[in-house]
């Protein structure tokens, strides 16, 4: 019955969608077939921009940015075209409003820094030929994106710049867009009555001129502010009368939020079953239109509603998917923080020399302060010398009883400082015990392997508290994806690119849906420099991986390997193949993966490792236990049950290491087919 209902509820929104688009859709045919009956240069370019538009209001963005950038080509043909001024300018004009454009479906994508970039980019051009118009959009627009990361004082400034300029030319809509701008400014600040008052003004300006996308906005952030202030009825009822209208105009990315927003309102009223089918909803929309951020967040609502209705297998998947998207949004976390120093320099320049004649100034009264200071200070000193003189000469007596309080003085801070580097260190401790949770999170749970793998065993021995070895599984269909990783470095280090490559591995499987693992070690390869490339220093971390693919159904075994080799008994004789001699990483002469196939014959033991247990100093000399000793211990065990052998591999580690310190992370999976 709740799958019918969430069924309903989705399809109601198609619908309601579609009714809208419908009507959208009419209109963009119309733009396209004027397009091609007109001649002009100039008139084509103006069309591709309203195309555009017309495709982001929609929320169909791929479309809105095939578009846009159309227009900037043809854009930057025509200047090539035409030298008079007149022509340039319109021209100039439109290629500021493809750039606009293009930052606005980037920003409601997720894609901060790229939307940056494009604001900027028609700031410059609006600057160079006065356009007032072009110029506070695309003030307003980089005040938006700093609301949105949180930068709120530089929101604000940004929009009172873009307010004081569209009231100079009389744009009411974008008046009404700034106004509504600073209204979720204030509230995110907890300035409610500020909030409420520029956001009622937006609405009144909206209603005149009948801007029903804008409406909903308003609405939309009034059900905030109630809601901020503990009124869920009232905020219910603004968020229910925003859905109405988006509904009606087919704003997908606007209908997502408002499912969200009402399913975190039912939460938090604990209507349980009501929200879970809000923000369902809110979730498939949000696959549907790509917006990573829109998922993490309702993901992260969804794990706190399922954990409140005892749904512990719920709440753990959708903790998972939290994570998952969390992670993609963190690896744009360092573009973020290099473009916030642009999101000023604008809005700062034509304070810059000013504020240069006054540091200069400064720097001369400083100098003539420390002046007067030093001599001041001189002063002090002569007179502390002479106190300290006569103090010497009278006080002598008393200086053994001054200096067992020093003594004792000592000693306490001596004590106190001990106490503050346990108590640092203990913190760091803390955060590192809580990095291991994180690090475990990223790991399959043991009953989804045992679920897959009837008779195996899996031996993880970290040096450090985290790790940089890791292991890693998935199943597509009938194909069981398990692999033995070795990250780059261990600890700290090493856990953190272990989290890039699992997610890396993650992707590859869920998002471009490859199933050969030669392919599979491409794509991932592909997406981890794609990561570290984003690094203003050159980063060369990556890792080595054994990844076997078992289909039990069709009795396929699958297996490639990055530096790793796979060692697997099959009729009592050892075997082994070896793996491509490159890493998941940088490398001088990268080629493609090797995808090797497998005999599929049952009581085959497949042994994953990577090189830690191997590479371990031990034994009565001191030497490393290498890959032969490593080798006849599984061959000579092989007969025992897994269990039994991951435990004479645990004891055999363990007798070898003795009382040396373990030099790397071990990892060691076997399977039993």
């Not at 750039?99 to 028609?122: D, H, M, Q």
């Not at 952030?221 to 859905?243: C, M, R, T, W």
């Not at 000693?411 to 015990?433: A, C, F, G, H, R």
Request: charged share 25%; with cysteine; proline share 2%.
């Amino acid at each position: 019955m709740k799958q019918l209902i969430k069924y309903i509820l989705f399809s109601m929104t198609i619908c309601f969608c579609q009714f809208a688009l419908f009507a959208q859709q009419n209109k963009i045919d119309s733009l396209l077939t004027k397009i091609k009956t007109n001649k002009t240069d100039t008139n084509q370019l103006v069309q591709l921009n309203n195309i555009s538009k017309e495709f982001e209001s929609i929320g169909s963005y791929d479309s809105s940015i095939k578009y846009a950038n159309s227009a900037l080509q043809l854009g930057y043909l025509i200047l090539k075209k035409y030298t008079d001024n007149i022509h340039k300018i319109s021209v100039e004009k439109n290629i500021a409003i493809s750039y606009n454009t293009i930052g606005v479906v980037n920003k409601n994508k997720g894609n901060y820094p790229e939307a940056l970039k494009k604001y900027y980019s028609a700031l410059k051009i609006s600057e160079g030929i006065r356009d007032k118009k072009g110029i506070a959009e695309s003030y307003y627009n980089i005040g938006i994106l700093n609301w949105v990361q949180g930068n709120y004082d530089e929101a604000l400034k940004n929009h009172f710049e873009s307010l004081k300029i569209k009231k100079t030319i009389g744009d009411k809509k974008g008046i009404a867009n700034v106004y509504n701008g600073i209204g979720a400014v204030y509230s995110d600040q907890k300035n409610y009555k500020e909030a409420l008052k520029n956001i009622l003004a937006s609405l009144e300006i909206r209603e005149i001129i009948v801007d029903k996308k804008g409406i909903s906005i308003c609405y939309n952030n009034i059900g905030f502010i109630y809601e901020n202030q503990g009124d869920y009825p009232k905020a219910l009822k603004n968020h229910f009368v925003s859905l109405k209208i988006k509904k009606i105009i087919g704003d997908k990315a606007g209908i997502t939020r408002s499912y969200y927003n009402i399913g975190s309102i039912f939460t938090k009223q604990k209507l349980y079953n009501k929200a879970e089918k809000y923000l369902d909803s809110a979730k498939i929309l949000a696959k549907e239109i790509g917006h990573k951020s829109y998922l993490r967040d309702t993901y992260n609502l969804l794990k706190t509603l399922d954990s409140s209705m005892n749904n512990f297998n719920g709440a753990f998947k959708n903790y998972k998917e939290y994570i998952n998207y969390r992670d993609i949004l963190k690896n744009e976390e360092s573009n973020r923080k290099t473009m916030h120093s642009e999101m000023t320099f604008n809005f700062e320049k034509k304070e810059m020399v000013k504020q240069a004649e006054q540091d200069k100034k400064d720097v001369i009264a400083n100098e003539r302060l420390n002046q007067k200071e030093q001599q001041r200070n001189y002063f002090i000193v002569g007179f502390a010398l002479l106190g300290l003189l006569v103090l010497f000469v009278f006080r002598g007596y008393k200086q053994k009883q001054k200096a067992n309080v020093t003594i004792t003085q000592q000693k306490n801070e001596v004590e106190k400082q001990k106490n503050l580097v346990e108590e640092k260190q203990k913190e760091i401790l803390d955060s590192i015990t809580y990095a291991k949770r994180l690090q475990e999170a990223i790991l399959p749970p043991d009953n989804f392997v045992n679920a897959n793998l009837v008779d195996n065993f899996i031996y993880y021995q970290p040096k450090d508290i985290v790790a940089g070895d890791f292991y890693w599984a998935e199943k597509v269909g009938n194909k069981f994806f398990i692999a033995a990783a070795d990250s780059t470095g261990h600890g700290v280090p090493g856990a953190m690119v272990s989290v890039v490559c699992s997610n890396a591995l993650n992707r590859t499987i869920k998002e471009f849906k490859l199933t050969e693992t030669g392919k599979i070690l491409d794509k991932t390869r592909e997406l981890v420099l794609e990561t570290f490339e984003k690094s203003a220093s050159e980063v060369k971390d990556g890792m080595d991986i054994s990844l076997l693919c078992i289909d039990s159904k069709n009795k396929n075994i699958f297996w490639s390997g990055a530096n790793n080799p796979l060692w697997y008994i099959q009729d009592s004789e050892f075997k082994e193949i070896k793996a491509d001699k490159q890493p998941i990483g940088k490398s001088d002469y990268p080629k493609p993966f090797t995808t090797h196939q497998i005999e599929y014959k049952e009581n085959t033991t497949f042994y994953l490792f990577t090189d830690g247990l191997a590479d371990q100093f031990g034994g009565p000399n001191g030497k490393k236990f290498k890959y032969k000793q490593f080798s006849n211990l599984l061959l000579k065990n092989n007969n025992l049950s897994q269990k039994h052998q991951a435990d004479i591999i645990n004891k055999a580690f363990s007798d070898w290491k003795g009382e040396l310190e373990q030099v790397d992370d071990v990892c060691v999976i076997g399977i039993k087919i």
